[in-house]
């Protein structure tokens, strides 16, 4: 791949971090926020998979199996921490 993939990549990195942090200091709220963070991190992950992954150039069945394997861990992480969050939140009295 050329370096200017890269580059290319690296900048739309940049640009779309630097929207993610424009986005929250800003005064969107609620779930437009978690909406536009969500789908921008979706973003991220795409770029940085297809091209710093070299995901792109591989077969369609080596790309399901990474996501999904990211998938699976994200869910086990969320799942081991998510009842501890809920319980703070809830000793905090903000529930």
Known sequence: MPYKTYWVTWFLLLIVTVGMLAAG???LT???LLGLLLAAMVVKIGLI???????RSEKRSL??????GILLVGLALFAGIAPDALRV???SGHS
């Open 25 to 27: 200091s800003g005064s």
């Open 89 to 91: 939140l809830k000793l």
């Open 63 to 68: 790309i399901l199996i990474v996501a999904l």
């Open 30 to 32: 609620g779930r437009l």
């Open 49 to 55: 998979g297809g091209n710093f992954m070299h995901l």
